[in-house]
């Protein structure tokens, strides 16, 4: 009994001596230790998931405005029919001033009473415009009299899933994981090359393996910390969804992360100043920020780039966050994604071990 | 050839940088259990020597036997006997002393304990405090205890006291005799002729990646007492500064 005691203190005074241990330890108290890498990893992401979820949150649509030209007096039936409809604003106005909304984008539409019908002036690549003329329309004929042919039942639903939140937490996961991989391992390296650090630690009979591997464990922990406040934050108060299994979430950020790492690594290989890692870190992930696919959709952009769209690691890496969370996919059926990043991250690796100056 | 009571021997060591020079054939032998100085103007080819020694740059030509063996078979073996504390590094200023030392000793498979050489280069009262609170004297002690963890056969010191105001220095001195005192071999660069002649068994002076003068600090002085005008009347008697000042000339060097 007492032997083991003392053997299991042995081997836990052991594990913590030991080079790794002690390497990423490190990594944790550098970490810990400045405060504005803290803010950037965790809270920055939050703080930008509220503002965004705030500014766009789901809102009925806006009524649109629309113009009668002439008086009440004289429109009484249309003004009656149009002011029935709930879904309409109505302004009945003399000729001048309603030509003059409807010119400068106050009212959508306007209604020209004709003693044999009436006419509808609006701008038809205005989205509001082409609504408020469908609106007016059924108004104006109803308000005639007629009736709809077919009988409708209507049942209203809120998706979760299909608000812009569900689509801007996934991308903002991405983002962070993009940015704490290639940030955090390239500033802390070229840091050390830079302070000669990287040199006397060369000096030393200390592990190459070990020193890089300390960076990967590090970065597993903060990793797990980064998804769960993000996606938790998501899932507690946006109602975010999380349909696939978690399993493969967890293996989707794990490559992720991983890729990135790999990414950070290549970039920190040769560079000796934090000017220059700074300058490159940025080249290399302003593209990634603005192509794919983090705040609005990838496939805004022309045709004739999505492959190359397609290739970056962050894209892949946000599709497959969405198709996990939003659509419930399976590891399987992002497959695809995940040889893209699994392709990324053996590249990066093996471009960087055989370029990296160790000094 | 190397024998057992050589800890450091040279021969013929080459290196360049494109078309500069830095080492240009130079040869050393440091014995066991002596302190070497390694003296010379900036851009002499002193550091770069010195870090071929250390495994740390690769050489054009020579040869370069470390305690008995080679970097290119026994690398893994050498570091874990050589001590080193290198010009200019600055350790993570976030980590304190005890944590900094731990990470270093943890590299080795024997050497002393943190606490033992907290206790030698006398820096206890800060084992606590974050590299970036401590003074410059206070972090080269650290840089020479993080040398020291693996209880080195060899330690190679480059320019130890350079930057440091006098009682800093005259303490790192202190601290390199006593190890000297222990039997610890030392390879030392200095700027500074009054501690290469108070620390130093024997000198070699470097200039353009040469040797051009060794020997003990006082057969240099010697020397130069023999082969040069007497020194200014105001000085009482020659010094190494004199020799070096000699065989380097007057004019400033700048790297």
């Known amino acids: 009994m007492r032997k083991g005691i003392l053997l299991r203190a042995y081997t836990r005074m052991r594990l913590i001596d030991r080079p790794i241990t002690q390497l990423t330890l490190v990594r944790f108290r550098e970490f810990v230790r400045t405060p504005e890498a803290v803010f950037w990893t965790f809270l920055f992401p939050v703080l930008l998931a509220i503002g965004l979820g705030v500014a766009f949150r789901s809102r009925p649509p806006e009524r649109p405005h629309i113009g009668v030209v002439g008086s009440i007096q004289g429109n009484g039936m249309i003004v009656k029919s149009l002011r029935a409809d709930s879904g309409l604003i109505v302004d009945v106005l003399p000729d001048t001033a309603a030509q003059r909304a409807l010119r400068t984008g106050r009212i959508a539409l306007l209604v020209v009473p004709h003693p044999a019908g009436v006419e509808y002036k609006y701008d038809p690549a205005r989205r509001e415009a082409v609504a408020a003329r469908l609106l007016t329309d059924r108004a104006i004929q109803r308000g005639a009299g007629r009736t709809d042919p077919v009988p409708v039942v209507e049942r209203k639903v809120s998706e979760r899933g299909s608000r812009y939140i569900d689509f801007v937490i996934p991308g903002l996961l991405g983002m962070n994981l993009m940015g704490s991989g290639i940030w955090g391992i390239a500033f802390s390296i070229v840091d050390a090359r830079a302070k000669k650090l990287l040199k006397r630690l060369m000096a030393t009979p200390m592990s190459r393996v070990q020193y890089l591997m300390s960076f990967v464990l590090s970065r597993l922990f903060w990793l797990t910390l980064e998804v769960v406040t993000l996606v938790g934050f998501g899932a507690l108060v946006f109602k975010v969804p999380v349909r696939g299994s978690l399993a493969a979430l967890a293996v989707i950020c794990l490559v992720s992360a991983l890729a990135f790492g790999a990414l950070g690594l290549l970039v920190s290989s040769r560079v000796r100043t934090i000017d220059g890692v700074s300058g490159l870190t940025n080249l290399v992930m302003f593209p990634m920020w603005i192509f794919s696919g983090v705040f609005f959709s990838a496939a805004n952009f022309p045709k004739v780039f999505q492959p190359a769209i397609h290739a970056l690691p962050l894209t892949a890496v946000n599709d497959a966050l969405r198709a996990n969370m939003l659509e419930g996919a399976s590891l399987a059926s992002v497959g695809g994604e995940m040889a893209i990043i699994s392709a990324w991250l053996v590249v990066a690796f093996v471009t960087a071990l055989a370029i990296f100056r160790w000094r | ?255």
């Open chain 2, 1 to 255: 050839m190397v024998t057992a009571t050589h800890a450091l021997t040279v021969k013929g060591l080459r290196k360049s940088y494109g078309d500069v020079v830095a080492v240009d054939g130079l040869d050393l032998d440091v014995s066991l259990g002596e302190c070497f100085g390694l003296l010379g103007p900036n851009g002499a080819g002193k550091t770069t020597t010195i870090e071929i020694c250390e495994g740390l740059l690769s050489r054009d030509a020579g040869d370069v036997v470390v305690l008995g063996k080679t970097w290119e078979h026994n690398g893994d073996h050498l570091r874990q006997q050589l001590g080193i504390q290198l010009q200019d590094t600055q350790l993570s200023e976030k980590l304190t002393v005890l944590e900094t030392l731990r990470l270093f000793r943890s590299f080795y498979r024997r050497g002393r304990t943190v606490d033992e050489v907290i206790d030698i280069v006398e820096i206890g009262e800060k084992r606590n405090a974050r590299i970036g609170s401590l003074s410059g004297g206070q972090k080269q002690r650290l840089a020479v205890a993080c040398a020291l963890v693996g209880d080195p056969e060899l330690l190679f010191l480059d320019e130890p006291t350079t930057g440091l105001d006098p009682q800093s220095r005259r303490q790192m001195w202190k601290l390199i005799e006593d190890l000297q005192a222990t039997g610890r071999t030392i390879v030392l660069t200095t700027h500074y002729m009054e501690e290469a002649e108070r620390l130093c068994d024997r000198v070699a002076i470097v200039d353009h990646g040469r040797v051009i003068a060794r020997g003990s600090p006082r057969e240099l002085i010697d020397t130069i007492g023999a082969s040069h005008p007497p020194p200014p009347p105001k000085a009482t008697s020659a010094t190494l500064e004199d020799v070096f000042v000699a065989l380097t000339g007057r004019t400033l060097r700048d790297e």
